[in-house]
């Protein structure tokens, strides 16, 4: 750990400090500054003078330049309406300390479950690493619950208003019960592994943490693609033919280490496109094509999107993307270490670490015999650190740009760069993504540069490659 950090971590555990009035404040203020952030692209939006940029003349009709801009307008207005919501019920649970409330309501619901199986938890309790899984669960499924209405809206009244749902509600439910059952089943373990951590290393978790996180992170590349994601989507073998070989050929060419082609339905949801690949680095890897990009793409356009993702693996982005999450992590939980422990933080949202007596509850209050609930910590925490979160933003946006630039280029070196341009165009018509985007929106919300940013370089190195030869 850090030397200074001990020093830091003597002064913030200061019961004058008003910690409730600061989060809450840091959260009006992230809600105005995204809310600042969307209008701006709103006002972009309703523009009527804005025309089809010179670059995409000829490759879009009025109709789709017009009806991506009204998808624009419809998504910010639910946008807004729904950070409102989370910010009113962020400072509602902050505000009347709520979170006590659900720590008390988890314990029981804790302790009557495990007291089937061993009859002595009914009488000791729930230690706190147990307790904080039930906290965990129990409050994501009921802020689900109260998310319900919003899910609901956002696709079968948005996105159907668009044409992009494709979802049957019996299929919805389904999806969501298979979440719920998939949260409680992954991340009840990884939670339990954490909170044994915390428990055993108070002083010295950090390095014990993430160790564990890089484990999970290559448990999680070997059994998304080839557990989980099965369980909502098909997944078909590419059938024998010219995507097929063209595929092939093109790996076989650029040495990367194809294991199998899949079709994944998705379809079955929406009809936005997409393409990637799965797989640890340096191992054979899945590439997966989405049915409608088949569908909507033509067979060299396909090609030209998949070696755009290649070109994403002989970069070595996936490994710089894995060590700069690695790094990021490793900031977030040093600056955690100096909180951890903050008896007045615990204090100011109605949990005590002093008790004699173990853990009881009194009112509101919940006192704790010297032991801090990692989760209840770390939750408060998240929220103290919404202005560094929107500073990472920024620069994880710049990062993958660059990425994404580098990868457009490689697959233009190719001799797809024509074919990439056209791919993009169609997939951003598809998509009714926004023709026109605000910059500092576009530097905030995307992680990919704008299809003019990308048609602009494509064409650019294009030219560059025709004067080389």
């Known amino acids: 750990m850090l030397n200074f950090l001990p020093s830091i971590a003597s002064c913030l555990d200061n019961e004058h400090i008003p910690w409730k009035n600061i989060l809450i404040g840091f959260s009006v203020a992230q809600f105005v500054f995204d809310s600042y952030v969307s209008y701006r692209q709103y006002r972009v939006l309703k523009d009527k003078t804005k025309k089809i940029p010179p670059i995409l003349k000829g490759k879009i009709d009025e109709e789709k330049f017009a009806k991506s801009d009204e998808y624009g307008i419809a998504k910010s207005k639910f946008g807004f309406v729904d950070n409102l919501f989370s910010l009113i019920l962020n400072i509602v649970v902050l505000k009347y300390d709520l979170q006590p409330y659900i720590w008390n309501l988890s314990g029981k619901i804790g302790t009557k479950l495990i007291s089937y199986f061993r009859p002595a938890i009914s009488v000791s309790g729930l230690g706190i690493v147990t ?17 319900l209405p919003f899910d609901y809206y956002s696709h079968f ?11 049957t509600t019996k299929l919805w439910v389904t999806d969501l019960v298979k979440s719920n059952v998939l949260q409680v ?10 909170g044994k951590i915390f428990d ?10 993430m160790g564990f996180i890089a484990i999970l992170q290559v448990l999680m590349i070997l059994l998304v693609p080839t557990v989980i994601l099965p369980l909502f989507n098909k997944f078909t073998p590419l059938e024998d033919g010219e995507l097929k070989t063209k595929i092939e050929d093109l790996a076989r060419k650029l040495k990367f280490p194809l294991d199998k082609i899949f079709v994944v339905d998705g379809s079955k949801r929406s009809s936005h496109s997409n393409a990637y690949f799965t797989g640890l680095p340096f191992f054979k890897q899945r590439i997966v094509i989405f049915d409608t990009l088949i569908e909507q793409s033509s067979v060299d356009e396909v090609v030209a999107v998949l070696g755009h993702e290649i070109g994403h693996w002989k970069k070595n982005h996936i490994i710089q993307l894995l060590l700069v999450g690695q790094f990021h992590i490793s900031v977030i939980f040093t600056l955690f270490s100096a909180v951890y422990q903050n008896k007045s933080l615990y204090k100011s949202f109605g949990f005590n670490i002093e008790s004699a007596t173990g853990q009881k509850s009194v009112g509101k209050k919940v006192f704790l015999n010297n032991k801090f609930p990692y989760l209840i910590g770390f939750s408060i925490f998240g929220e103290l650190l919404k202005p560094m979160d929107c500073l990472v933003q920024f620069i994880m946006n710049l990062f993958i740009r660059h990425n994404e630039y580098e990868a457009d280029a490689f697959a233009t070196k190719l001799g797809y760069g024509k074919e990439l341009s056209q ?14 985007v605000d910059p500092l929106y576009s530097s905030y919300h995307y992680n990919h540069p704008t299809l003019i940013e990308r048609l602009d370089a494509i064409e650019a190195e294009i030219v560059k490659l025709e004067k080389k030869n």
């Open 423 to 436: 791919a993009l165009i169609t997939l951003q018509v598809a998509n009714l993504s926004s023709m026109h």
């Open 200 to 209: 055993k290393f108070t002083d010295n978790f950090i390095y014990y943490i």
């Open 131 to 147: 307790q904080s899984v039930f906290y965990f669960n129990l409050s994501t499924f009921a802020f689900s619950l109260l998310n």
């Open 157 to 167: 009244v948005l996105e159907e208003a668009f044409g992009f749902n494709k979802l």
């Open 185 to 194: 089943v992954l991340m009840s373990p990884i939670l339990y592994a954490v």
